[in-house]
């Protein structure tokens, strides 16, 4: 149905955001486009028995989300997983799901959901386990999952959430990583939205529009910079990215695969690294920033 690439925690297409918590994953197994890990998102969780009221909640702020360019990261789960990963495609957007269990079609978790996560890896997007392909699910690989559905997130949006619940985790995990967490506001006579309203409590960010959660990370100044530098990069720079997407990510291998001599390279690399559109890495390795 698709393929697998594995990759480990040193390698240049790693996500960026997910090697800063503190436990990442030592590697990943991937279905689906490797880009997209470099891509800023948005983590969206809650209740697997959704109400109505939190459908049209996801769906509103999901499909603005898409809009305006981020990606969604979930965890393919029923109810708000799901839905979130579903308006994201409706919606022309890109879409993560982060398993607790291999990626291989017939240990996909739930079985229920194996044409969306087909149709998520079809659309661009991905499927990501830390788990060997051919691994069954079990109960506790899934609060272990959340760690990685919030590391890759810029934060964590909890929908609808129980008191105990999945969803908390994820959030819990967001908080340990200072990532920020959004919490949309519930009925105080719903059990779906206690543990979003004790959210709120502690001082998570209420959201009632996407534009909450795009004004507190500063996603359209973010944007509209890099907009900015991208419409004014010479061809030479346009050729530099397209090759470090490709995966020639080394100074050597890209004056080799581009034909430029070092200097060149490295003076534009720079420009490259001064307009937050490229990152070098410890390793000494660049990727494509969209921090």
């Known amino acids: ?33 490797l880009q997209i890990l470099q891509e800023s998102g948005i983590a969206v969780v809650g209740s697997r028995a959704i109400t109505r009221y ?14 305006a360019g981020l990606t969604i990261i979930s965890g393919l789960a029923t109810g708000v997983d799901s839905l979130a990963h579903r308006t994201a495609l409706d ?6 799901a982060v398993l607790g269990c291999g ?34 699910a079990k109960r506790y690989y899934f609060p272990q999952r959340n760690r990685i559905i919030a590391g890759l997130a810029l934060g964590t949006l909890a929908v609808e959430a129980r ?3 999945g969803a908390l985790i994820t959030t819990q995990c967001a908080l340990e990583e200072n990532r ?19 959210l709120l409590k502690e001082g998570a960010v209420l959201v009632d529009s996407a534009a909450d959660i795009l004004n507190e990370i500063g996603w359209e100044t973010q944007k509209t910079r890099q907009e900015e530098a991208f419409a004014v990069l010479t061809i030479l720079q346009q050729r530099i990215i397209q090759a470090i997407g490709s995966g020639y990510c080394r100074a050597e291998e890209l004056s080799k695969h581009l034909n430029i001599a070092p200097a060149i390279l490295a003076q534009n690399l720079t ?3 001064i307009n937050e559109i490229v990152r070098k890495n410890n390793d ?4 494509i920033s969209y921090r």
């Open 1 to 33: 149905m698709y393929n697998i690439s594995h990759i480990s925690n040193t390698h240049s297409q790693y996500p960026p955001l997910l090697k800063e918590i503190g436990t990442p994953p030592e590697s990943l197994f991937i279905a689906g486009n």
């Open 54 to 67: 939190g459908q049209q909640a996801c769906t509103s702020i999901v499909r603005s989300l898409v809009q």
């Open 91 to 96: 919606n022309g957007g890109r879409t993560i």
């Open 103 to 136: 990626l291989n079609p017939d240990k996909i978790y739930p079985q229920e959901h194996i044409n969306l996560a087909k149709r998520i890896v079809e659309s661009d997007g991905a499927l990501i386990s830390e788990y060997p392909p051919d691994t069954s």
């Open 163 to 165: 008191k105990k619940s």
């Open 180 to 198: 920020d967490v959004f919490a949309v506001p519930g009925s105080i006579f719903s059990t779906r939205s206690h543990g979003t309203n004790a």
């Open 271 to 273: 420009d490259l690294e």
């Open 284 to 287: 000494y390795s660049y990727e």
